[in-house]
């Protein structure tokens, strides 16, 4: 299982990014997928993710903001109307199970992406 992140970088407030994930190793549909975000001194919080039922878990900071999918052998995250304090890495993963968006439920990381927003 390999996960490469792409995207990532300086934007200002009230712009968007997209964040990709191009997976590898493993069928892509029947795994849980999450995004995930760390800011220093913190562990990663869950942001979006999508357990292997199906449900979609969005932190509530985000919500009506950023989008969770999944095409062919891609994971991705569209954030649109970006805030200050969205800034931090944003981390990629993927699990069989991942029944909840928190970081021990999930094994297979990316290597993360630098999203900062200027105000």
């Known amino acids: 299982v390999q996960l490469v992140q792409s995207g990532g970088g300086l934007v200002q407030a009230g712009g968007s990014l997209r964040l990709s994930c191009a997976a590898s190793?493993?069928?892509?549909?029947?795994?849980?997928i999450g995004w995930f975000r760390q800011v220093p001194g913190k562990g990663r919080a869950g942001v979006v993710c999508?357990?292997?039922?199906?449900v979609t878990f969005t932190e509530e900071s985000v919500k009506g903001r950023f989008t969770i999918g999944r095409g062919n052998a891609e994971i991705y995250l569209q954030m649109d109307s970006l805030k200050p304090e969205d800034t931090a890495v944003y981390y990629c993963?993927?699990?069989?199970?991942?029944?909840?968006?928190?970081?021990?439920?999930?094994?297979?990381w990316g290597q993360g992406a630098q999203v900062t927003v200027a105000s």
């Open positions: 190793g493993f069928l892509l549909e029947y795994y849980a």
């Open positions: 999508i357990d292997n039922e199906g």
């Open positions: 993963a993927t699990d069989v199970w991942g029944t909840a968006c928190k970081e021990s439920e999930y094994v297979y």
